[in-house]
């Protein structure tokens, strides 16, 4: 339903605030999102975070690294088009992972679903200051992804932060991923409330 991406550096509190916080709020997914971290690093950091998650029953998803997911005891990796191919790290991981994959347009969308993707990030969605030189595919591509791939999981990403995810939600919307709404947030839980009670009223009605 909402997966925070968190990467330390955009963090307005301590990062194990801002994870705890985020949780209080909603959030069943933390994505760990640091791409200039050494391998040993990244994966003390992971630990760190699944130490914060695992007893909420909360996932935690590594941000590009299969090596560190594993390492880790990470519930999944995510991984971007530049990065090991989906089908490479299906048959590195077997189904001890889940295995996310960032998609741009349907041809992406159906390239990871056909090569194992547990579920897609569908995106952007709007302008991004994660991703500034992406352009936003928008509620259309959402729109497409959910009437194609109706059974596979998706998080809408990009831009979204609470008053957008309605229409999200309208456009088929199930599940949000957010970085910088929450991580920059004075108050992470209550972004994250807003945002799951802005997904659940639409859902509802």
């Given at each position: 339903r909402l997966c925070v991406l968190v990467t330390r550096a955009l963090c307005r509190h301590p990062w194990d605030e801002v994870v705890s916080r985020a949780i209080d709020g909603g959030a069943d997914a933390i994505q760990v999102?640091?791409?200039?971290?050494?391998?040993?690093?990244?994966?003390?950091?992971?630990?760190?975070?699944?130490?914060?998650c695992a007893p909420r029953g909360v996932a935690v998803i590594v941000n590009d690294r299969l090596d560190v997911a594993l390492a880790s005891g990470?519930?999944?990796?995510?991984?971007?088009?530049?990065?090991?191919?989906?089908?490479?790290?299906?048959?590195?991981?077997?189904?001890?992972l889940r295995i996310g994959a960032s998609t741009h347009s349907l041809a992406e969308?159906?390239?990871?679903?056909?090569?194992?993707?547990?579920?897609?990030?569908?995106?952007?969605?709007?302008?991004s200051g994660l991703k500034p030189g992406l352009a936003p595919s928008g509620e259309a591509y959402l729109r497409a992804f959910v009437a194609e791939?109706?059974?596979?999981?998706?998080?809408a990403i990009g831009g979204i932060a609470p008053g957008r995810v309605a229409a999200l939600a309208r456009a088929g919307c199930r599940g949000i991923a957010v970085s910088s709404a929450i991580c920059g947030a004075d108050d992470p839980a209550a972004v994250a409330r807003a945002i799951c009670a802005e997904l659940a009223a639409e859902q509802a009605s």
């Open positions: 999102r640091e791409k200039d971290l050494p391998a040993r690093e990244l994966v003390a950091h992971a630990r760190a975070v699944r130490a914060i990470a519930d999944g990796v995510h991984l971007g088009t530049e990065d090991l191919p989906i089908a490479e790290a299906r048959r590195i991981a077997g189904t001890s969308a159906r390239a990871a679903v056909d090569a194992g993707a547990d579920h897609c990030g569908v995106g952007a969605m709007y302008a791939f109706p059974q596979i999981p998706h998080l």
